[in-house]
């Protein structure tokens, strides 16, 4: 194809878009999304799909070292592909044409004698490192933007460390390469009944190294919901020596320095390899659709389902306008996507109390629908039911925002957590302020939608998404103008009312001012010096949770 030459091993993407080259969305499913956008006034002409040779790319800065060229490419293709992530203003700037930091070179190594070669060669060159899992980071992490006075960019992709190396069966544990992505990682346990039960939406093109170092919050809605636990050790490689952390089910033993891996976004170093819990593969399922009149009454029934130990492994939570966007029926109030799953037990005793609780709050369900699926223990992941309907739609959402793009549409979300107490006026206050902000800068209301991701026994994940028309004439360059204002408003409103500026999207580059205000500042200095130790040169993706020691970069990137 032309215009495709890569050094890469993995299907080609549509590196200005969701997924692989030769898949996206069909003709009905393009109508049903101009359909939808028509709600929003007329649409225009859309963009065409971009092309490799229609970008204007600087040529790389200086020479990687001949002992490297065979695992360096400086391809067209191979550069756009890993100038950005998948976030709105990513997929913006690719549809406009507009690159004007692609990475210098793209490196593809096979071994970590080839990592450690190249982290000599960036640290002696002052060359920015930029570690590349699937690429699929909506806050800027993988963004090759990287600001400072660094020489070059090289950003280095993991897709060759994708091998399952080892299987410890009696411990539920196997040692995983961190560049596997999600579906080969599970393919390679379900020969052995096992999986890894991590499911982010983005599964299909995210690796196991990006989930570690971004704290991915991946399907289970209670309990494990975020990569973390499932972490028994991380190797890691860095600019100043390569470290393993002990294989343990658990240990009081100081700080754990695998903690300090998981969510360092690239910043210390590199993971290679980690050894994961797993857990067997269930068979037993069961779910259902429970409606609330209200949303107030369905906080309430969730709440009171988080705290009652009975750990559901779904338990969404939508608002009405989150339903009217899945295309769930949720009666004009709000709808609880429930499961329970389990490889040991039938969970039907579990359903029973969880919907005698949803029931203490108001919530009421189609009876036939449950009695179907705690007989067949499908689960619901069939389209026929609401909950099957909206994980299909929920599936299908990032080839959507693609369609909508083209149109000059303004696609996004953003998730927090809050403890249950203030839950209400933190729903209240980010709506009401990202509302304003979207009124204030496109002059037209929108639709604000929230779902609850994930549920803990002291509060939600809330997860916001809107959409908003541009300008009139459907011009992508000015509602990308509009969304960075939509977007600090956003990083505003969270803090502002008491959240996270994260629960799971991780800080990156897009993230960091409303970071900065909720770590420590004596924290934030201690893991600046720990990055001093692992990265005394300050090369590994600078711009991202903080500066590196003795240099001033700030925010990079689509907010900068
Ligand atoms: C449509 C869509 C849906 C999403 N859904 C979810 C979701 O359900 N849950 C969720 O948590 N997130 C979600 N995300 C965000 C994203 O998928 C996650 O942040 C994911 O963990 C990133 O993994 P990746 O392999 O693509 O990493 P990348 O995007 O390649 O990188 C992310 C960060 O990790 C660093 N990095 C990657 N690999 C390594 C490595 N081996 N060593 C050191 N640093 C590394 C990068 O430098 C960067 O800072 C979604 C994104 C999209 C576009």
Known sequence: MTGYATLSHRPLRRFWGWGNLDHGLSDAER??????????????????????EEYALAAPRGNVPAALAAIVSSTPYDRLNHAYGKSYA?????????????????????????????????????????????????????????????????????????????IDRTSRAARIGGGIPGPSLEAGLRPQGLTLRHFPQSFEFSTLG????????????????????????????????????RRLPGSGAGPAP?????????TFGVLTSAWMRLQDRPRYRASASVRFETLATAIDGVRALSQSGLQPTNCRLLDANEAVSAHVDAGGGALLVLGFESADHPVVAWMERALALAADHGGSWCADEVARSMAAQTGGNE??????QWRHAFLRMPYRRDEAMRYG???????????????????????????????????????????????????????????????????????????REI???????????????????AVGRDHRSAYEREVPDLMRQALVAAKATLDPAGIMNPGVLFDPAGRTIGVTGALA
């Not at 389209?383 to 099957?388: K, L, N, S, T």
């Not at 977007?487 to 999207?505: P, Q």
């Open 210 to 245: 990006g989930w570690i170092v971004t704290r991915a919050g991946g399907h289970y809605a209670t309990q494990y919901t975020h990569i973390d636990d499932f972490v028994e050790n991380v190797r890691m490689v860095t600019p100043a020596g390569t470290f393993e952390t």
């Open 258 to 266: 695998d903690r300090l891996v998981i969510g360092s976004e690239g």
């Open 409 to 483: 549409v303004i696609v996004d979300t953003f998730e927090s957590a809050i403890t249950w107490n203030a839950f209400h006026a933190f729903y209240e206050g980010v709506i009401q302020d990202v509302g304003d902000a979207i009124h204030r800068v496109t002059g037209r209301a929108s639709r604000i939608s929230c779902r609850l991701t994930h549920v803990y026994p002291d509060g939600p994940a809330p997860y916001f998404s809107f959409s908003a028309r541009g300008r009139e004439d459907g011009d992508l360059a000015s509602a990308l103008s509009m969304w």
């Open 487 to 505: 977007k600090r408003a956003c990083n505003e409103a969270v803090i502002r009312h008491g959240g996270t500026s994260t629960h799971h999207h």
């Open 90 to 166: 990513d997929l913006a700037r690719l549809w406009l044409r507009r690159v004007p930091h692609a990475p210098d070179w793209v490196a593809f190594p096979r071994s970590e004698d080839d990592i450690v070669a190249l982290l000599d060669w960036a640290s002696g060159a002052n060359v920015a490192v930029v570690p590349f899992g699937g690429g699929s980071s909506v806050v800027g992490g993988v963004e090759s933007a990287v600001g400072g006075d660094h020489a070059a960019v090289l950003t280095l992709d993991m897709e060759r460390f994708d091998q399952i190396h080892e």
């Open 31 to 52: 109508r049903a999304v101009r359909d939808g956008l028509g709600r929003l006034g007329s649409l225009g002409t859309p963009l065409s799909e971009p092309k490799v």
């Open 383 to 388: 389209h026929g039911d609401a909950a099957g």
